[in-house]
């Protein structure tokens, strides 16, 4: 969900801006979550353009709001944001990849304006930052899953918190007895080497040729 950043007559203006405040500095402080250092601006429609402040406001932009071809260059884009995210890559890697890939899709918008024209009209990421995944991991989280793989497939749980979730399934705590090849929880077992294959996989989510920092500088945003 998007809105623009234009007040409604509903809501007073100091509330909407406390709001969209609290919202952006917690969202700073979740899974390595940090700023830009200066929003990117998206073509949205006529109305405005879209602001990306960080990572994962361009992550809602990437998946929900990208109107051109999903290109090698978007693919990059989307999992250097998501690495940011998990505090695998810095920020400022993730921006110059999706300046690029914005750049080279014809996407990037300069501030406020729309075909030249200064807009009234920017929208915001709505989507709410993803939880703290420094919680403790228990049985309870892993219930629903029927095999490790499940867990890898899974785009609703971060690499880093799927990691941790593999790991405690793997512990000796659910070790069947008499047979150490084998984990058990909640009435599911699984064989131990399908959790540490499982964890391989979680670490080639993160595509390392993706993780080459920078962009030329005609491709840097102004």
């Given at each position: 969900?998007?809105?623009?950043?234009?007040?409604?007559?509903?809501?007073?203006?100091?509330r909407?801006r406390?709001n969209?405040?609290?919202c952006?500095?917690?969202?700073?402080?979740?899974m390595?979550?940090?700023p830009?250092?200066?929003?990117v601006?998206l073509?949205?429609n006529?109305?405005?353009?879209?602001?990306?402040?960080?990572?994962?406001e361009?992550?809602?932009?990437?998946?929900?709001?990208?109107?051109?071809a999903?290109?090698?260059?978007?693919?990059?884009?989307?999992?250097?944001?998501?690495?940011?995210?998990?505090?695998?890559?810095?920020s400022e890697?993730?921006?110059?990849?999706l300046?690029?890939a914005?750049?080279r899709?014809?996407?990037l918008?300069?501030?406020?304006?729309v075909?030249?024209?200064?807009?009234?009209?920017?929208?915001?990421?709505?989507?709410?930052?993803?939880?703290?995944?420094?919680?403790?991991?228990?049985d309870?989280?892993?219930?629903?899953?029927?095999h490790?793989?499940?867990l890898?497939?899974?785009?609703?749980?971060?690499?880093?918190?799927?990691?941790?979730?593999?790991?405690?399934?793997?512990?000796?705590?659910?070790?069947?007895?008499g047979?150490?090849?084998?984990?058990c929880?909640?009435g599911?077992?699984?064989?131990?080497?399908?959790?540490?294959?499982?964890?391989?996989a979680?670490?080639?989510e993160?595509?390392p040729?993706a993780i080459?920092?920078?962009t030329?500088?005609r491709?840097q945003?102004?």
């Amino acid at each position: 969900m998007t809105l623009p950043l234009n007040t409604p007559e509903w809501l007073p203006r100091s509330r909407l801006r406390r709001n969209r405040i609290a919202c952006f500095r917690r969202s700073e402080e979740v899974m390595g979550h940090r700023p830009f250092s200066k929003p990117v601006f998206l073509k949205m429609n006529h109305i405005g353009n879209f602001q990306a402040r960080s990572a994962w406001e361009a992550l809602e932009y990437l998946d929900l709001h990208w109107p051109e071809a999903r290109t090698a260059h978007f693919r990059r884009a989307r999992a250097l944001c998501q690495s940011a995210v998990d505090g695998h890559v810095d920020s400022e890697v993730a921006r110059s990849a999706l300046v690029d890939a914005a750049q080279r899709a014809g996407l990037l918008a300069t501030g406020w304006e729309v075909d030249g024209v200064r807009s009234n009209t920017v929208f915001i990421a709505t989507t709410p930052p993803p939880l703290d995944d420094d919680d403790e991991i228990t049985d309870i989280d892993l219930i629903g899953y029927n095999h490790p793989r499940e867990l890898v497939q899974d785009p609703a749980v971060a690499p880093s918190r799927k990691k941790r979730m593999l790991a405690f399934w793997g512990s000796d705590v659910h070790a069947v007895a008499g047979v150490p090849g084998f984990r058990c929880v909640r009435g599911v077992t699984v064989a131990l080497d399908d959790i540490r294959l499982a964890m391989a996989a979680v670490d080639d989510e993160i595509d390392p040729a993706a993780i080459r920092s920078g962009t030329s500088p005609r491709n840097q945003q102004v």
